[in-house]
């Protein structure tokens, strides 16, 4: 089974920090792009970053550059997501998803949310005093 598993969420005051992952089970992420989304409540889907590790892309929503790191670790099939200087405006459900790495194509931004083909079930991120 084809799987994406996120873990690293929790309650932590403004200025911390979380490190998300994003576990592939069934499948290996050499052979995929990986992105990061969040939702907040009543807020449209957003994308955060993105990583091709074939590409050598890595590439960041501008609400989140300089404070957010995306790497992957090809030994445990994981890919991260650092989130440092936390503000209450990243209180969000975040979510990986995979896309077949032939099928990324770069550019100035990541690809968008539909070319993904496996999701994850997400893992919530709140940020408050």
């Known amino acids: 089974q084809l799987q994406l598993v996120e873990s690293g969420g929790g309650l932590v005051q403004p200025g911390g920090s979380l490190r998300l992952s994003c576990a592939a089970a069934g499948f290996t992420l050499d052979y995929y792009a990986i992105g990061w989304f969040r939702q907040a409540p009543g807020k449209e889907r957003e994308g955060v970053s993105c990583?091709?590790?074939?590409?050598?892309?890595?590439n960041y929503a501008d609400s989140v550059k300089g404070r957010f790191t995306i790497s992957g670790d090809d030994a445990k099939n994981t890919v991260y997501l650092q989130m440092n200087s936390l503000k209450p405006e990243d209180t969000a459900i975040y979510y990986c998803?995979?896309?077949?790495?032939?099928?990324?194509?770069?550019?100035?931004?990541?690809?968008?949310?539909?070319?993904?083909?496996?999701w994850g079930q997400g893992t919530q991120v709140t940020v408050s005093s």
């Open positions: 998803a995979a896309l077949p790495a032939h099928r990324f194509r770069g550019g100035r931004s990541c690809p968008m949310s539909y070319e993904y083909v496996f």
């Open positions: 990583i091709s590790s074939s590409a050598g892309y890595t």
